[in-house]
């Protein structure tokens, strides 16, 4: 029976694989030949759906966008294809119902990611671009679903959220390593340091969060238990590749989110309360406001430039808003992300067309000499603005409770987890503190329709699902 079930698998992908490529040679394109990729990963991802899924760890921060060569198509390898060969999976199995549990779909962060999913098809249905949008909402199922679901299966096994990390820590050290010694050919220039890391990065700043993320996974691998002579140089040098890596990164927002991930992690280390923060949040926000005309005066007065070499003033540059054109260009996209939720604030203009549609929201007086007239060069630059021009305040609200319910699920898991495993609790305050980083980070960029980022923010969102059912099993056992 299993024999002709695998058969049988094998004869629809034959089939399948078939009709791709015949499909490409009589619409004369090339990319026939990379539907083998496609169908290598779907074989995997039947038969080694465990070590399929963990390979995106290694596979993620080597991956190379290929429209970078072709400008026309454009397909991360090989972590799209795997993605894919999984959702394909998913489906059989869905078919079969032999993969879903009640636990997953009672999941806060199931629920919530659910609502922003369905919103999104809403959303789209009204876009001034259904296509754009629909294409959308394809890549978020197919970054957000195999994902949860898989993830949630693999990490049953905690020893796999441990594999997975160190897959991933070791693959973004060996491009730290390459960006590192392109970047010494060019005496660690500012300007040659936004494009170094290419293939496997698209510019500095995506480099940066990504390194920013993994600074803290590092830390935990080696503060989580005693190691061996040889694990504890291994992971020292490591510490020490993505320190360096995230220095020459020369991103402001990667820098800055680290700083801020650590008060984050100091405000769990010490259980504050969470009422105490609203209120301290709500205090904070009541003195900006009351001194908002002095801090603008000050603003005004920040000269230093990203350019400089000094670290310290490369900080301080993050708040210029006179000169940066860096900076002004970022304010001038959120303007233009504001006024397309005042045109249309319940709906939005519709999922992925923000860059089709900023241009004629841009007023004159905060162009800067990086605008475009057309607005051909971007997105928002927020992954909390994006949303609001896109799908309205529905959308923008639904972003915020993932946001929200990811640490809230996060840390209660933390305390929850047995005193005795120190070493998961640690990896699980780390995993905390890395997304911290980088929704922190998500205010001045957004990355969440990459690989680079979408795998190991909803892989983690994942591992919360499954180490929280793994919890709740153990103590019913004892």
Not at 34 to 42: C, D, K, N, R, Y
Not at 66 to 89: C, H, K, M, R, W
Not at 232 to 258: E, N
């Amino acid at each position: 029976m299993q024999t002709l079930k695998k058969n049988s698998v094998l004869l629809f992908l034959g089939l399948f694989y078939v009709s791709i490529c015949c499909f490409f040679i009589w619409t004369d394109q090339i990319y026939f030949t990379l539907s083998s990729f496609g169908l290598i990963a779907i074989y995997f991802a039947i038969f080694n759906t465990e070590y399929t899924f963990l390979g995106l760890a290694f596979f993620t921060p080597l991956s190379i966008n290929i429209e970078e060569y072709t400008n026309d198509f454009g397909l991360f390898i090989p972590t799209e294809p795997i993605l894919f060969g999984l959702l394909l999976f998913l489906l059989m199995q869905v078919i079969n119902k032999n993969l879903l549990h009640k636990y997953i779909w009672r999941n806060p962060i199931i629920l919530a990611v659910g609502f922003y999913l369905f919103w999104i098809l809403i959303s789209s249905m009204t876009s001034s671009s259904p296509i754009v949008s629909f294409k959308f909402l394809l890549a978020k199922i197919w970054y957000i679903i195999p994902l949860l679901i898989f993830g949630t299966k693999v990490f049953m096994n905690p020893k796999n959220i441990k594999r997975f990390i160190w897959l991933f820590v070791l693959s973004i050290c060996i491009v730290i390593i390459y960006t590192v010694i392109i970047h010494a050919q060019y005496n660690f220039g500012e300007k040659e340091g936004h494009w170094v890391m290419w293939p496997f990065f698209k510019d500095h700043t995506i480099y940066g969060a990504t390194v920013a993320f993994t600074v803290p996974l590092v830390f935990a691998l080696y503060f989580s238990k005693k190691h061996d002579l040889l694990i504890k140089i291994s992971i020292i040098s490591m510490i020490i590749i993505s320190s360096i890596g995230l220095y020459f990164s020369y991103s402001r927002a990667a820098w800055l989110s680290v700083i801020l991930a650590l008060i984050i992690l100091s405000i769990i280390k010490l259980k504050i309360k969470l009422h105490f923060l609203l209120a301290l949040s709500i205090l904070a926000l009541t003195i900006v406001f009351l001194s908002w005309d002095k801090i603008n005066m000050e603003l005004e007065r920040n000269k230093y430039e990203h350019t400089t070499l000094e670290f310290g003033e490369k900080i301080k540059s993050a708040t210029n808003i006179t000169t940066d054109a860096s900076n002004l260009e970022r304010l001038n996209r959120w303007n233009c992300a504001i006024e397309m939720f005042k045109k249309r604030p319940i709906f939005g203009f519709g999922p992925g067309t923000y860059a089709f549609e900023y241009a004629k929201f841009q007023h004159p007086n905060n162009k800067t000499i990086i605008s475009t007239n057309f607005g051909t060069a971007g997105n928002a630059h927020s992954e909390y603005l994006g949303p609001l021009s896109e799908t309205g305040i529905v959308g923008f609200l639904s972003f915020l409770v993932i946001v929200f319910t990811i640490f809230y699920k996060g840390i209660k898991l933390y305390y929850a987890w047995p005193i005795e495993d120190i070493e998961m609790k640690t990896i699980i305050l780390s995993m905390i503190v890395s997304l911290s980083t980088y929704f922190i980070h998500g205010i001045l960029n957004n990355y969440l329709d990459t690989d680079k980022a979408s795998i190991p923010i909803w892989v983690f969102c994942a591992s919360f699902i499954a180490l929280e059912q793994y919890n709740k099993v153990k103590l019913k056992e004892t």
